[in-house]
């Protein structure tokens, strides 16, 4: 998904994004974008939005899905200032990109998302070793080698 106000720009940015053979949802505004998650959460496996919208700061949508849904989120902006990438960081974001942004750029945006599944699956299996652990209260030891 991105979300973007500037209607030339999003149009720039879906046909970089399309050239990567990625499929694109399209917002111009965050309301817009949190609403389409709420209703299609697991048909978005990454959102790409600008910092600063008109009607309401990227942090939103950080604050709203990244932080709720575990949706990666890649901020992007034309001011490139160490502060201003730092503080969408810590606020969750999994990458700042400085617009303009390149073909090259969002060939490799993929990887966030493989990041987040590969977490995924390893938090999973963590979880039944951990759930299989309290209801056997096996230990697993190793076996002793036998001599032949």
Same mark, same amino acid.
């Given at each position: 998904?991105?979300?973007?106000?500037?209607?030339?720009?999003?149009?720039?940015?879906?046909?970089?994004?399309?050239?990567?053979?990625? /499929?694109?949802?399209?917002?111009?505004? !965050?309301?817009?974008?949190?609403?389409?998650?709420?209703?299609?959460?697991?048909? &978005?496996?990454?959102?790409?939005?600008?910092?600063?919208?008109?009607? +309401?700061? =990227?942090?939103?949508?950080?604050?709203?899905?990244?932080?709720?849904? %575990?949706?990666?989120? !890649? &901020?992007?902006?034309?001011? =490139?200032?160490?502060?201003?990438?730092?503080?969408?960081?810590?606020? %969750?974001?999994?990458?700042?990109?400085?617009?303009?942004?390149?073909? /090259?750029?969002?060939?490799?945006?993929?990887?966030? !998302?493989?990041?987040?599944?590969?977490?995924?699956?390893?938090?999973?299996?963590?979880? &039944?070793?951990?759930?299989?652990?309290?209801?056997?209260?096996?230990?697993? +030891?190793?076996?002793? +080698?036998?001599?032949?």
């Amino acid at each position: 998904m991105v979300v973007e106000s500037n209607s030339l720009y999003l149009f720039l940015i879906q046909q970089l994004l399309c050239q990567c053979d990625y /499929k694109v949802t399209s917002c111009k505004q !965050v309301q817009e974008a949190i609403s389409f998650v709420l209703e299609n959460q697991q048909s &978005i496996d990454l959102i790409i939005s600008d910092a600063f919208l008109p009607s +309401e700061d =990227g942090l939103l949508i950080l604050e709203t899905i990244a932080l709720k849904f %575990g949706i990666p989120v !890649v &901020i992007m902006s034309w001011n =490139g200032e160490t502060s201003t990438l730092m503080k969408f960081i810590a606020y %969750g974001a999994c990458d700042y990109l400085v617009k303009p942004v390149t073909l /090259k750029e969002l060939k490799n945006i993929w990887t966030h !998302v493989f990041r987040k599944q590969i977490g995924d699956q390893m938090k999973y299996l963590l979880e &039944i070793r951990i759930k299989h652990n309290n209801n056997n209260n096996n230990v697993l +030891e190793p076996v002793e +080698e036998t001599k032949l």
